[in-house]
């Protein structure tokens, strides 16, 4: 897909050694940490590398058959991730257990399995709750565990497909301007909110500086400080259409950042791909019910979403 080999030219900025270094220099003494000098100098081509090996991860599952595409993409953007973890944790990975991937599925019944009801299940350790911490200041999230259909529901680029096979529509566009949102009201009937109740919970939950909001006669109006699409939550930003939508359905995921929602989905579709041969083949050959097309879509969109979302991320730390 030529969108996905044209967004990898984002991230050339950072294959330069003295670009990098300088970028973790910075990154490293907004977190206050000692010795950022040395530091960003020690990390310069680890984290390069991290980079790297993550592209060619993904380069690979554009030309692989879909039976590993999940395995790829998945591996790719462990290394993407692990990039952006370097970015706040100079010392990553400091002890074995943040190699763990921080997530485990279900053990799956061979009658009537669906991957919109499976399930994975949070870690106290590895690489999910240590890069929600790192990257996005969650913590305590084991024990928690996330069904798939509610996972896939926070991808914007999805709504239609949602629509389509499942007469669900599970986003409202948001009209913007700059940094400037209008939110229908006609979300307080979804939502079971009053206005006040719903003007609470948004500004609890956005996780960026608003500096203005008001009540329409139809809108909940909001000015946001300059941010990254990274810091947003509730708003999602469509690859694609280049457009932000608001969620229709409020879930327990519905203010996590997208990108912890493309790696769970990847983890588990990447098991399924090693360890459940069986059911993977009869899903691709078979095509019984609406899995596969959720699954092959959500494919397509995280090829360059992911990838996207990361380079945002590092953007976000560079103008920390």
Known sequence: ????????????????ANTTKDFLKHSYQMEKIEQAEQKSFENTYPFIYYLEHGQIYYEQAEQAPIMIKPILYFY???????????????NYPETTSVLAHGVSTRKRKK?????????VKFQKSGLFPYMADKM?????LEGEK???VDLLQQIPELNTLFQLAEKQQIFMPVKHHDQSFSIPLSILDRYHMTEGRFVDYFLGKINVDVSNHSLGENSFDITIEKTMLSKLR????????KEYYFPMERNDFSHYPELLAHYLLLYNLSMIAR????????CIKMMSNNDFP???TFLDITSSKGPFLIFDYLMSRKQT
Not at 136 to 140: L, Q, V
Not at 275 to 282: A, G, K, L
């Open 275 to 282: 360890y459940e041969t069986e059911w993977w083949s009869e």
């Open 111 to 119: 009658q009537q399995y669906t991957f919109f009801n499976d399930e």
């Open 146 to 148: 996330a069904y798939m």
């Open 76 to 90: 790719g953007l462990v290394h993407l991730i692990k990039a952006s973890i370097l970015t706040t944790d100079p």
């Open 294 to 296: 959720f699954i092959q």
């Open 234 to 241: 509730l708003l999602k930003y469509h690859h694609t259409d």
């Open 136 to 140: 996005f200041h969650m913590k305590h």
């Open 1 to 16: 897909m030529k969108h996905t080999n044209q967004h990898w030219q984002s991230y050339l900025y950072f294959f330069s």
